[in-house]
């Protein structure tokens, strides 16, 4: 047995990423509210550190390489062709979704499944390699690397002054502000460049990324761990979805608030709370579905539900929503699009109200722990 994992950890550590280069996967995934498939579009070497790991399951896809009939990498992430696949819309629409994964030698096989069922697998006999490329800096040690990636600026000091207040905003929440010299931030400005779908789903206020290929090609040989893209806009909006991408408008007067929100989404794997607003859902979340987010559950038996050692021994559950609890970590109804069947920890939270200024005890712990493991794995 001792042997066995002996081996096991030495052929994983032979297969590690080199320092300074990675894999670019990019898929093409399509389909309607009826059909699903992936493409893998290409596979590139690249001059730059992985992106890291999302290990926790909170992602209802995984992206996983095989090689030897052993998984030696996964990573969760969500989608937006499955919030596409929740509408009543039965064209066929595409979406890129890419990642800078651990560099591997080929042969090695990659694998996509969806809530723990293989949707998509293909052996990958050979790679793309950029000829004397040179190797990039590695990561800075125990730091976060965000990169703002300009979309439709025209001027490079109107972007570095609206990221600057995106900055100022991001650092001022809880837990962030606990991390601030954790957080590195750095500008990628490209002029009259534009990445994004302003009217997704026919719904203004939902901007998303819709060129992740162009986004990832000029990430090649920037190391940032992670990417928000800054949209030169008045218009309230912007979008996060788990371990894929972030953008928000930088002109609106809740411009810091949506970035902090819908970052809570990427960074850690956030669920909206709120179930007032119109969305493009249709059961986003179907009856009898436990959601995999941390902060979102149906369950009301205490024993069951995942915050339940925040839960005080005098608080009811299910909580009533008056102001008695309105500091307290319960379980409150309504949240996940839908005001009744699925339960939030708390009255009030970023993820919850527009303009509200803190997280609830649950989503903070859960950046919290994102931020630690992060600091951690290196």
Request: charged share 30%; proline share 5%; glycine share 6%.
């Amino acid at each position: 047995m001792i042997k066995r994992l002996t081996l096991i950890l030495v052929f994983f550590l032979i297969n590690l990423s080199i320092q300074g280069r990675a894999l670019m996967l990019c898929l093409s995934h399509f389909g309607n509210n009826k059909t699903e498939k992936i493409r893998l579009i290409e596979v590139k070497e690249v001059p730059r550190n992985p992106q890291p790991q999302f290990s926790k399951p909170y992602g209802y896809y995984k992206l996983s390489i095989e090689k030897n009939g052993k998984e030696v990498y996964f990573t969760y992430f969500n989608s937006l062709f499955y919030e596409y696949s929740t509408t009543k819309n039965e064209k066929i629409k595409k979406f890129e979704e890419c990642f800078f994964v651990p560099l591997f030698k080929p042969p090695f096989k990659v694998k996509v499944s969806k809530l723990n069922r293989v949707i998509f697998s293909k052996t990958v006999e050979k790679i793309k390699k950029e000829q004397n490329s040179p190797k990039i800096k590695t990561k800075i040690k125990g730091k976060i690397k965000i990169g703002f990636i300009a979309d439709g600026f025209a001027l490079k000091q109107d972007f570095l002054s609206d990221i600057r207040k995106l900055k100022k905003e991001f650092l001022s929440y809880k837990p962030y502000s606990k991390y601030k010299n954790l957080f590195v931030f750095e500008p990628i400005f490209v002029k009259n460049r534009t990445f994004t779908n302003k009217n997704t789903f026919g719904m203004k206020r939902y901007i998303t990324v819709s060129k992740l290929k162009e986004i990832y090609q000029l990430l090649e040989k920037n190391d940032c761990d992670f990417f928000v893209v800054v949209v030169n806009s008045k218009k309230y909006g912007g979008s996060g979805i788990l371990n894929n991408f972030c953008c928000v408008t930088s002109k609106n007067k809740l411009s810091g608030f949506v970035f902090v929100h819908e970052f809570g989404h990427y960074f850690a794997g956030l669920g909206d709370e709120y179930f007032t607003s119109k969305t493009t859902y249709n059961e986003f979340y179907p009856k009898n579905f436990e959601p995999l987010e941390p902060n979102l559950t149906r369950k009301t038996k205490l024993s069951q539900i995942k915050w339940k050692d925040l839960i005080s021994k005098d608080t009811p559950i299910p909580t009533p929503p008056v102001e008695k609890y309105k500091g307290k970590v319960g379980l409150f109804e309504g949240g996940g699009y839908l005001a009744k069947g699925i339960y939030r920890p708390q009255l009030h939270c970023i993820m919850k109200d527009r303009g509200y200024k803190s997280f609830c005890k649950v989503c903070e712990k859960a950046i919290e722990e994102r931020i630690k493991s992060l600091i951690n794995s290196r």
